[in-house]
């Protein structure tokens, strides 16, 4: 195990009518005038806006609103953002929504105190070191970034998604209510699932030894998602897995499971082409990238992949022939995802194979060669990945 420091400060409010404690919270945060950032009208229609509302009121915090934020957002929200706060001098910014909404909202909390362009952050690989607070409301148990540090923004001018990151951009407080999901429909319940059985495998399969505290913590997390994601794929009204579900999010990604451990994120680079591109669900884009990515690397550790297959999938090890074994693992992975209804092949996803050197071209024009990570991956490997997913 590597050396490390972690500190994970956010404070939660976790069951049902835990909105209810919004206002208080934002107080003892430091708010003083609020922007509500949020998506569609899916918060409206499900009641989670007006009880949002509803508490600011009672602890008489004044607010302001910028919805319509999209799925896999984009920078021209970011801006629209922050060109609002200053003018209305916000001091806090409540993200109400899912990944999507989160992660804009963190790009704003960066962009307001910042002299610059807010996609410095971004491109450049700056650490965010200072931004207003924010606070979340979740609905959608998926991208973890109501725990984490982390923010993914896609960029109007050239359609690049990337990441930045900074401890000022950990929420205060995240409200995580299971009911608040519960009117989430199949597809999107089983891309949430994927997203966050992907976090977990891009720390999980590492270059360091001796980490089987970190091991163990990463494979009850999938095997929480083995359990419970038939369930709630059957009966979206289950209470208790969709709080299972949603707990297991933040643990996903607050990186709580990746402390002291190499980590990979290379299927994420990989799938942020399709997503950008095709604006497709990051949950479905990683569950067709993902399988084959294990496919193409499986030989760099056998013995990890084999691990893998054995503790999370309860494949029988086969010692004379180890390789087996972890291509059975990473079978069953897929044939999971695809139980729980999310796509095998690019097709599926309405990507085009003519497209494939586009998008190696357009991954390393921002990225080094080879990629770091589990296994170095070179504009070669890329590609075969893309090609795998056909």
């Known amino acids: ?15 049902n009518d835990s909105e209810r404690h919004i206002g208080e919270l934002v107080k003892r945060f430091g ?24 508490s600011l009121n009672e602890a008489s915090v004044p607010f302001i609103e910028l919805g319509g934020v999209k799925p896999n957002p984009r920078s021209d929200m970011v801006y629209a953002g922050i060109e ?57 148990a998926a991208a973890g ?10 960029h109007e001018n050239g359609l690049y998604k990337r990441g930045a990151s900074g401890e000022a951009l950990r929420p205060k407080f995240s409200i995580l209510n299971p009911e608040s999901t519960l009117t989430l429909d199949p597809y999107q319940t089983a891309c949430g699932i994927t997203d966050i059985m992907a976090h977990v495998c891009e720390r999980y399969f590492t ?3 001796d980490v089987e505290m970190t091991d163990r913590l990463c494979e009850a997390v999938l095997l929480t998602m083995v359990h419970e994601a038939p369930k709630v794929i059957a009966n979206p009204a289950d209470y208790q897995a969709r709080a299972n579900i949603m707990w297991a999010g933040m643990v996903a990604h607050n990186n709580i499971v990746g402390v002291g451990r190499a980590q990979d994120w290379n299927s994420h680079r990989i799938e942020h082409e399709l997503s950008s591109l095709y604006d497709v669900a990051h949950g479905a884009g990683l569950a067709v990238v993902m399988p084959n990515w294990m496919r193409h690397v499986m030989h760099h550790n056998i013995d990890r992949f084999a691990q ?5 999938w309860g494949c029988a090890m086969d010692f004379e022939h180890p390789e087996a074994t972890a291509a059975e693992g990473i079978a069953r992975f897929r044939a999971f995802l695809n139980a729980i209804g999310m796509p095998a092949t690019l097709a599926q996803l309405g990507a085009n194979e003519a497209d494939i050197p586009a998008m190696v ?23 075969a990945i893309y090609r795998l997913c056909l």
């Open 361 to 383: 071209d357009h991954l390393f024009s921002a990225e080094p060669e080879p990629l770091p990570g589990f296994m170095q991956l070179t504009r070669a490997d890329v590609e």
């Open 1 to 15: 195990m590597e050396n490390f420091r972690f500190y994970a400060p956010t404070y939660f409010s976790f069951g």
């Open 308 to 312: 893998f297959a054995v503790r999370v």
């Open 31 to 54: 708010g003083h005038k609020v922007l509500i950032h949020y998506g569609g009208g899916s918060i409206k229609r499900n009641g989670v806006y007006q009880r949002t509302v509803d």
């Open 207 to 209: 270059n360091t030894r």
């Open 84 to 140: 609002l706060c200053r003018r209305e001098n916000v001091d806090f910014i409540l993200a109400v929504g899912g990944g999507s909404a989160i992660d804009s909202a963190k790009a704003i909390a960066a962009g307001v105190p910042y002299a610059g362009d807010f996609w410095d952050f971004y491109w450049k690989g700056i650490p965010v070191t200072e931004a207003l607070p924010v606070g979340t409301v979740l609905t959608i």
């Open 145 to 154: 970034s109501e725990g984490s540090p982390d923010t993914v923004i896609t």
